[in-house]
């Protein structure tokens, strides 16, 4: 099957193109503005560009997806293509399969958005920990990077997006409003220890309330390895909430490269943190924690994860299911475990009382 790749000289898609190259079931296309396949996902005949490339698999790596419309895929399905991206837009994720899926349908093809650490290996954790509770009532995910893995621009101007504007998040069984990059507060993951953490807009808030209805709190932090980087950027979006029009998210390439001059600070690990709380299977009140910790700045290697998993089902007919869909529950926390194994990641599980 040939998969073609766009944004693959980007952070992530770089990776998944590296790795899927390594699979004899699939032919890689290295697709973008600057890539061996030049392809503008912003042209005028971006479709039939795409046409003519032949895909069987699209995987759409190039960000970031807040504000992005659903042109790629379209233009995958059109062409016949199964369709991948790596979404962290709460809205992209959220609407995708309403706007896509009779299209998918009509083809009989798969088109899913979000295979990437949310909602894909959030959602994935999250089902493994679900059978140790009668009943789940908080859900709380923090992603940690460490200093020195590689950002890429595109991620920063995702986070940099909703840094000091207001979202919707569900707490105690009410949606109330979050601020962007604001809501400090301490959190620890194992093997990297205590950091501060801020509130992001991410599509897990939206839709991980509907896939665990029981759940009456979910909320999603982000934590930065240095503190005065971390209390910058809060600052930052402190200043636009109070109304300073600030478009930090035009600065994302120039203040990456800021960033970089305090990487000699920092270290390479970065990890991840989901937590469930709920009544236990015996009837009393527990916190699961599930953690995981990447070495040698292998962090970036995580979000690229569940596209690689899915395009290797895609590519041997392994996944029946067609249509468009949010990336939730195509993948079991079991299948990353090789892909974690070869990075040399270590995941743990905690139980607490609550």
Not at 87 to 110: C, P, T, W, Y
Not at 157 to 172: D, E, I, Q, W
Not at 308 to 320: G, H, Q, S, Y
Request: hydrophobic content about 45%; overall charge neutral; charged content about 25%.
């Amino acid at each position: 099957m040939r998969a073609v790749v766009i944004g693959a000289s980007g952070n992530f898609g770089a990776r998944i193109a590296r790795s899927l190259q390594e699979d004899p079931s699939l032919e890689v296309v290295r697709a973008g503005r600057t890539a061996a396949a030049r392809l503008d996902i912003h042209a005028p005949d971006f479709e039939r560009e795409m046409r003519a490339l032949d895909p069987g698999l699209v995987v759409h790596c190039a960000g970031p997806f807040q504000g992005q419309d659903c042109r790629v895929a379209r233009a995958a399905l059109a062409a016949g293509a199964h369709y991948l991206d790596l979404a962290d837009g709460r809205e992209f994720v959220a609407r995708f399969r309403e706007l896509n899926d009779a299209a998918a349908k009509a083809v009989d093809r798969i088109a899913l958005s979000g295979a990437s650490t949310l909602p894909a290996l959030s959602a994935a954790v999250i089902d493994s920990l679900r059978q140790r509770f009668a009943q789940l009532e908080e859900i709380r995910i923090v992603i940690a990077p460490g200093q020195r893995a590689p950002r890429g621009a595109a991620t920063i101007a995702g986070v940099f997006s909703y840094a000091g504007k207001t979202f919707k998040v569900l707490r105690g069984g009410a949606w109330t409003n979050a601020w962007g990059w604001q809501e400090l507060r301490r959190v620890r993951i194992e093997g990297l220890g205590t950091r501060w953490a801020a509130a992001c807009d991410v599509p897990d808030l939206e839709l991980l309330p509907e896939r665990y209805p029981g759940a009456k709190t979910v909320e999603f932090h982000a934590a930065l390895e240095l503190g005065i980087q971390h209390l910058a950027l809060w600052a930052a979006a402190g200043f636009r909430r109070a109304g300073l029009p600030l478009p930090i998210e035009r600065w994302a390439a120039p203040l990456d490269k800021v960033a970089s001059w305090l990487d000699a600070f920092g270290s390479e690990r970065g990890g991840m943190l989901v937590s469930v709380t709920g009544t236990s299977l015996q009837g009393g009140r527990k916190r699961v924690e599930w953690h995981l910790l990447a070495d040698h700045n292998h962090g970036p290697e995580i979000p690229c994860m569940p596209a690689i998993l899915l395009a290797r089902k895609i590519a041997r007919n392994e996944l029946a299911a067609r249509g468009a869909h949010p990336c939730m529950g195509f993948l079991r926390l079991e299948e990353f475990g090789p892909e974690f194994d070869r990075w040399g990641m270590k995941a743990a599980v905690e139980e607490h009382d609550a």
